[in-house]
């Protein structure tokens, strides 16, 4: 058996988020539905993180175990064969069994677009947050530098979350 770590990147404008949910449609079902097909194994994916509906990802980390005799290095190409074109496996590699997609992340990056004016929505619609307003930029960045360090989540927690912590750093 081998450990797979792969990178992928998605437009999840289709998509009600990463996580497998009951009757709709996830990245994570449409990886795991690509993965059997292609390995004719019962696949389960392991994610670094999840996105919510409709929102997009470059560079997700994802892992499986795998039995299959397919060439690590043409797992990308295999896989992407299988995939539809809004889902791209970018790399993928062997990794130690102890290896975990979301307890060996070091860090996540999240960048949030916003595009002001009113021309070229139709372009931008499913990337960005589109205003019609001018933003104060020197206002925004003084906001974003509160947010900035080391602080407690807590309050913005759902309950029964499997988190070890609520503490997280912002840099």
């Given at each position: 058996?081998?450990?797979?770590?792969?990178?992928?990147?998605?437009?999840?404008?289709?998509?009600?988020?990463?996580?497998?949910?009951?009757?709709?449609?996830?990245?994570?079902?449409?990886?795991?539905?690509?993965?059997?097909?292609?390995?004719?194994?019962?696949?389960?994916?392991?994610?670094?993180?999840?996105?919510?509906?409709?929102?997009?990802?470059?560079?997700?980390?994802?892992?499986?175990?795998?039995?299959?005799?397919?060439?690590?290095?043409?797992?990308?190409?295999?896989?992407?064969?299988?995939?539809?074109?809004?889902?791209?496996?970018?790399?993928?590699?062997?990794?130690?069994?102890?290896?975990?997609?979301?307890?060996?992340?070091?860090?996540?990056?999240?960048?949030y677009l916003i595009r002001c004016g009113t021309s070229g929505g139709v372009f931008w619609r499913n990337y960005a947050l589109i205003l019609s307003d001018p933003v104060d930029v020197?206002?925004?960045?003084?906001?974003?530098?509160?947010?900035?360090?080391?602080?407690?989540?807590?309050?913005?927690?759902?309950?029964?979350?499997?988190?070890?912590?609520?503490?997280?750093?912002?840099?």
């Amino acid at each position: 058996m081998r450990n797979i770590k792969a990178i992928l990147e998605y437009d999840g404008t289709n998509y009600k988020g990463f996580q497998v949910q009951r009757q709709v449609l996830t990245v994570q079902m449409v990886l795991e539905q690509a993965l059997e097909k292609l390995t004719r194994e019962k696949i389960k994916i392991i994610g670094a993180g999840r996105t919510d509906a409709g929102v997009h990802a470059l560079g997700q980390t994802i892992n499986f175990i795998t039995d299959s005799t397919i060439p690590t290095e043409r797992f990308a190409l295999a896989l992407n064969s299988c995939l539809p074109r809004d889902i791209r496996v970018l790399t993928a590699v062997q990794v130690p069994h102890s290896f975990h997609a979301r307890y060996s992340a070091v860090w996540k990056r999240y960048r949030y677009l916003i595009r002001c004016g009113t021309s070229g929505g139709v372009f931008w619609r499913n990337y960005a947050l589109i205003l019609s307003d001018p933003v104060d930029v020197a206002l925004m960045q003084e906001a974003a530098a509160y947010l900035v360090g080391t602080h407690d989540f807590r309050c913005f927690c759902a309950g029964g979350g499997e988190a070890k912590t609520s503490v997280r750093t912002i840099t």
